[in-house]
């Protein structure tokens, strides 16, 4: 289990005013992901991550993760992704991890939401396309991960 936090704003966001609220949402998800932690932000929007380090232990699976032109923060686990990894590999995706995210933001972008249909598994995320100026939110079918959010 991991525990994901984040704020988005469209209009932008006080990066200095924020990392003191995103550290606290941070800390009080430690339980959840005991392993590892971070942050990231840009100018629009924030995530904060805590890690249970299950799939790929190294480093470079942290999150966020911002690989293939998005960023994400990422709770649960893909039981396909080896297969997904292998269709995308074979459509000339790379890949610079063997995490479960890695796969989930190259399949984003490679499939768009058409990505859902195809993970099977457990799973809460938030992915943000600075590009696009979107924010994406996504559970699992049967919400086992939780995936809460307001809008102001």
């Known amino acids: 289990m991991c525990g994901i936090a984040g704020v988005a704003a469209l209009t932008g966001l006080d990066a200095e005013a924020m990392a003191p609220k995103l550290d606290a949402a ?16 840009d100018a629009r929007c924030a995530f904060g991550h805590t890690r ?3 799939i790929d232990l190294s480093e470079a ?4 993760m911002a690989a293939h ?3 994400g923060v990422y709770n649960g686990e893909i039981y396909n992704f080896a297969a997904l990894r292998k269709e995308l590999e074979a459509a000339n995706v790379s890949f610079t991890t063997r995490s ?7 399949g984003w972008r490679h499939w768009g939401e058409d990505v859902l249909a195809r993970l ?8 943000w396309d600075a590009d696009a100026g979107c ?4 559970r699992d ?3 086992q991960k939780p995936l809460l959010y307001a809008e102001d």
Not at 100 to 106: C, G, W, Y
Not at 120 to 127: D, E, K, S, T
Not at 135 to 138: H, N
């Open 26 to 41: 941070v800390a009080r998800l430690q339980p959840r992901g005991p392993d590892a932690n971070g942050t990231w932000h």
């Open 135 to 138: 924010l994406i939110l996504a």
């Open 52 to 54: 249970l380090s299950v």
């Open 61 to 64: 699976a942290g999150q966020p």
């Open 69 to 71: 032109g998005l960023v």
């Open 120 to 127: 099977v598994g457990m799973f809460a995320f938030a992915l």
């Open 100 to 106: 479960d995210t890695e796969v989930l933001l190259a």
């Open 141 to 143: 079918r049967f919400g």
